[in-house]
């Protein structure tokens, strides 16, 4: 503890240090169990009869599977139960679904095509895992071995093999409407012919395992009542109760999870891979079954956090101020979406960075290929763009000739400047932190820079939304039928302008007196009555759904992370038209954002924009 | 299903040994194997007799017992010349249970001990009585029969033997590559010198171009310019996790060059 310095000295005024927990070095909760070992993991709970399991896997990158044989691990000794993946209730899924983000596109056991190599394609039970994995091994699989991609750039050719039969243009569908995300704030052509100086970069970060020490696993074992308690490492427990009731087709009220030690999360325990073959390893078999990765699973087949390259361009003055920043940024979400479909949300929201710039364009995708699916990683979305902003802010110092602090403090965002995503900018601590790095880094800054601070300079016009140019590039499909440039409007037919002070207005749907009284119906596993489901009670389904804060971003809503520009928001279908400047009243949409209605016969576990 | 059985003397061990069996001497490697369901072995098997782990001075030879653990080795007088090298083997945990017998056996990238005794010209004695130069044993450790009893070498004098771990985490790293180099002078000239890289090729190999350039040679920068060009004659180093071919035959050279003329050390 005694390495935590506080700098009480800044900003003391906007602090209460009377509090007994904030701003104090405190123990874990968790500690005194995990140094003295009685911490029980989930691995500590034993079951007479314990079962093990294990996946097939698929060896190839890219295989369409022709069939199955698996006469020969059904006799082979030990085995109680090989899972196929017919055997699975609803054998498709998104993790986001719960949240009502993305298509179903991952099945827990693969049964038709493989798309990344370690994809499980049959599980076996049996009494030993050394029974298992020797039954796992005479599984016959017949694959025809498809060609596979695995670069990003490569995987947006328009003849480049399809990865995800669900995304067909290997990218995610944002909005309905753009294969990637669009950021559009002023304009960086204009910014670009202003500068004095171009500098552009392109930066690469591989895949990160999160190397839990305890690998990823569940124990599922049959309760009274038709229930079934699940042991598990997960990081979400509520969401891998929710993904394996789902899977089941199940009501969750049949499901008891116990989590609470991790053994080693990092963001690699969300994905709920576990838990629902455990369970219905137990529910088929009757007994207790364990299924946990082993080490070298865990590495190839755990998802880690995904690669990503960022291409960034920056128009610099000779003074160092950074007038326009234009990113094209790649997100390797391997085979299927997981969450990162949602780390790029959150990455756009953050560009440019902590800076204040005043023209900025991004366009970030989400692109699928055949390697392991990503997923979340401590501060996944942020970490390899800002990886790449700093490492090309050090680049336009050099450019410009500048001390690199110095060049940061000029650029840094102050409180009450519009942050490209259009929110206001506050408790921007990053001159602060700038000064204080220095000194701890005996790292010479000017007495200018020095004096400079978060607090003041900020606001007014660098308040305003500027005029901003659009632009409708890139729409779903359209890479697939023409190569077109990845760029922020490059290549784009119709542009667009809208003009300065556009702004979205929230949604705000009759919100719930306490935010634990959000039920969802479709999420409780109580199937509802023919009465209940009648035209009179929509408003039991809409109102508490529509999430007060989080709102994921579907386009007729006002997403408070980052919105697309304000004229395809506005007016989606509208081309060339869009330069009129600005309507009169800012856009309102006219109906607050509502799940979808569940209709007879249709699942009510498809996500997002099938439900509709 | 796996099982385990244990004999009294290393002759029945030896006898019990069929390919699906694996020896057991401190585990290091084969428990590893079977906490991580490696397939290719049904049976255990081991042995109780402890005068496997002996270290002892036999005709002018050190004769180390294939039971006897990098920690023995670093205890024992006798072997005080190698406990630099064991010392460097893996961590505590690891140097308490892995034996001599096992590193001899230890796959790409380990066998940095086995290294040493290669440089060392070490000679192999198994169950049967027989003995074999460690360097036919290593060529042929793939297909053996039959089980090891001992090592023996001869006690190198003053700084003859050399012996450098090159590893990206310290002090517990697995090897980029180790050399152990024994230099026998005569008259201040290196005479009958060997060089012997571990983890430059499928086990631990021996360099025997740069040993001819040394003979006869000073041991200074330019005398031993000739080895240095001819380092990686004869290895074959592979790509894994940490480190490319490429790059082992690109760095092997400045690694020998700094054992050599014992620069770098800490």
Not at chain 1, 468 to 474: C, E, F, I, S
Not at chain 2, 164 to 175: A, D, E, I, L, Q
Request: aromatic residues 6%; charged residues 20%.
């Amino acid at each position: 503890m005694s390495s935590i310095e506080f700098r009480k000295d800044l900003f003391a005024d906007e602090r209460d240090d009377t509090l007994k927990e904030i701003g104090k070095p405190t123990i874990r909760q968790d500690i005194l169990g995990h140094v003295t070992g009685r911490s029980p993991y989930f691995d500590d709970h034993l079951f007479e009869g314990l079962l093990h399991m294990r996946c097939v896997r698929s060896p190839h990158h890219h295989a369409r599977i022709r069939s199955i044989d698996t006469s020969a691990a059904d006799r082979m000794p030990g085995v109680r139960r090989v899972i196929r993946p017919e055997d699975v209730p609803n054998n498709l899924n998104t993790l986001l679904a719960l949240i009502n983000f993305g298509k179903d596109d991952e099945a827990l056991l693969q049964g038709k095509k493989v798309a990344y190599v370690g994809e499980p394609i049959v599980a076996i039970i049996a009494e030993t895992e050394r029974q298992a994995r020797d039954a796992a091994a005479v599984v016959r699989v017949d694959y025809e071995v498809l060609p596979h991609v695995l670069d990003v750039e490569e995987a947006l050719e328009p003849n480049a093999p399809v990865v995800s039969e669900t995304y067909p243009n290997n990218t995610f569908d944002y909005h309905e409407l753009y294969d990637h995300q669009k950021l559009r704030f002023g304009d960086v052509e204009k910014g670009f012919a202003e500068a004095d100086h171009i500098v552009e970069g392109r930066y690469q970060m591989s895949p990160i395992e999160q190397a839990p020490t305890e690998t990823c696993g569940a124990i599922a074992a049959p309760e009274t009542n038709d229930r079934f308690v699940c042991y598990t490492s997960t990081q979400a427990l509520f969401f891998s109760l929710g993904t394996t009731a789902k899977l089941l087709d199940m009501p969750s009220s049949q499901l008891h999870f116990i989590g609470g030690t991790v053994g080693g999360g990092f963001g690699g325990k969300v994905d709920s891979l576990h838990e629902p073959l455990a369970v219905l390893g137990s529910k088929l078999t009757g007994a207790p079954v364990k299924y946990i990765f082993d080490r070298a699973e865990e590495m190839q087949v755990g998802a880690p956090r995904g690669a990503e390259r960022w291409y960034i361009k920056d128009g610099v003055m000779n003074d160092g101020r950074i007038v326009a920043r234009q990113f094209t940024g790649f997100f390797d979400c391997g085979a299927y979406t997981r969450l990162s479909s949602y780390a790029i949300i959150k990455g756009t929201g953050h560009l440019p960075g902590p800076y204040s710039i005043p023209n900025v364009a991004s366009n970030v995708y989400c692109v699928y290929t055949n390697r392991t699916p990503a997923t979340a990683m401590r501060g996944f979305g942020i970490t390899g763009v800002d990886f790449s902003i700093e490492c090309h802010m050090d680049k336009v110092a050099e450019a410009v000739g500048m001390n690199p602090i110095e060049l940061r403090i000029l650029n840094a965002y102050r409180d009450g400047d519009m942050k490209a995503h259009r929110r206001l900018a506050k408790n921007t601590a990053l001159i602060e932190c700038c000064q204080v790095a220095a000194s701890k880094a005996d790292w010479a800054i000017s007495a200018q820079a020095a004096a400079q601070t978060s607090l003041q300079g900020g606001g007014g016009e660098r308040a305003a939304i500027p005029e901003t140019v659009t632009d409708q590039a890139g729409k779903i499909g359209e890479r697939r039928r023409n190569k077109i440039p990845t760029a922020p409007g490059e290549g784009a037919s119709a542009k667009g302008r809208v003009a300065a002070g556009t702004s979205v207005a929230p949604i705000i749907a009759v919100p719930p007196q306490r935010d634990d009284m959000i039920i969802d119906p479709a999420r409780t596993g109580h199937r509802k009555s023919a009465a209940e489901q009648s035209p009179a009670v929509p408003s039991v389904h809409s109102a508490p759904i529509a999430p007060p804060r989080y709102t994921p971003p579907t386009p007729p809503t006002q997403a408070p992370m980052a919105p697309p520009p304000a004229a395809p928001v506005a007016q989606p279908q509208q081309q060339a038209a869009a330069v009129q400047p600005a309507a009169a009243e800012p856009y309102k949409p006219t109906e607050p954002f509502q799940k979808g209605i569940k209709r007879p016969g249709v699942s009510r576990f498809i996500s997002g924009t099938r439900r509709r | 299903m796996l099982t385990v059985e244990t004999f009294d003397t290393l002759a029945q061990a030896a006898g019990a040994m069929t390919p699906e069996s694996r020896f057991l001497g401190g585990g290091t490697l084969i428990m590893r194997g079977v906490n991580y369901g490696d397939q290719s072995f049904q049976r255990i098997v081991r042995v109780r007799d402890r005068s496997l782990r002996e270290i002892r001075s036999e005709s002018g030879r050190i004769v180390i017992g294939a039971g006897a653990t990098m920690a023995d080795v670093m205890a024992a007088s006798e072997t005080s010349f190698l406990a630099d090298v064991a010392r460097q083997v893996g961590g505590p945990a690891v140097r308490n249970m892995a034996t001599i017998g096992g590193n001899l056996f230890a796959p790409h990238p380990y066998g940095d001990f086995t290294t040493a005794l290669l440089a060392l010209d070490a000679s192999v004695r198994l169950s049967d009585g027989s003995e074999q130069p460690i360097e036919n044993f290593l060529s042929a450790r793939s297909s053996m029969r039959g089980l090891v009893a001992s090592v023996s070498v001869s006690r190198p004098m003053g700084d003859e033997f050399r012996f450098r771990k090159v590893s990206r985490v310290k002090p517990k790293g697995v090897s980029v590559m180790s050399i152990a180099v024994w230099l026998p002078r005569q008259g201040g000239r290196i005479s009958q010198a060997r060089i012997a890289f571990g983890a430059m090729g499928p086990t631990p190999l021996r360099a025997k171009a740069a040993e001819q350039a040394l003979e006869g040679v000073n041991l200074d920068a330019q005398g031993i310019e000739q080895a240095l060009s001819v380092a990686t004659a004869g290895l074959s180093p592979m790509d894994d996790s940490l480190a490319s071919a490429w790059y082992r035959n690109e760095v092997a050279p400045v690694h020998l060059r700094r054992v050599l003329l014992g620069e770098g050390n800490r």
